[in-house]
Nanobody
Framework: QVQLVESGGGLVQAGGSLRLSCAAS????????MGWFRQAPGKGRDFVAA????????NYADSVNGQFTISRDNTKNTVYLQMNSLKPEDTAVYYC????????????????WGQGTQVTVSS
């Protein structure tokens, strides 16, 4: 089992920045690919970004490429999502997730999920 706890969400004005953190406990964190997803009210859970277990490769949704940065620190069992130039359409609950094996974008492939953290961007 892997337990994931997100933090760092909040209310920010458009153009601002936030850094989300996801702390993992349980089985060896460094063996898992990690992903960030988001879900806006009334919508499905969308892929945002993912990072390989080693941190050597990353994937981003087109909508956030160049705006968000995913990173991880395996010594701290933590994955981060740096979000810059935030827009009202970035408003959502953000979830981190873990899976063994390769990085994929589909949420159904991820085995473990955090409880989510709310990000609200005001215009």
């Amino acid at each position: 089992q892997v337990q994931l706890v997100e933090s760092g969400g909040g209310l920010v004005q458009a153009g601002g920045s936030l850094r989300l953190s996801c702390a993992a406990s349980g089985r060896t964190f460094s063996k898992y690919a990690m992903g960030w997803f988001r879900q806006a009210p009334g919508k499905g859970r969308d892929f945002v970004a993912a990072i390989r277990w080693s941190g050597a490769s990353t994937n981003y949704a087109d909508s956030v490429n160049g705006q968000f940065t995913i990173s991880r620190d395996n010594t701290k069992n933590t994955v981060y999502l740096q979000m810059n130039s935030l827009k009202p359409e970035d408003t959502a609950v953000y979830y981190c997730a873990a899976k063994s094996g390769t990085v994929v974008v589909g949420p159904r492939w991820y085995d473990y999920w955090g409880q989510g953290t709310q990000v609200t961007v005001s215009s």
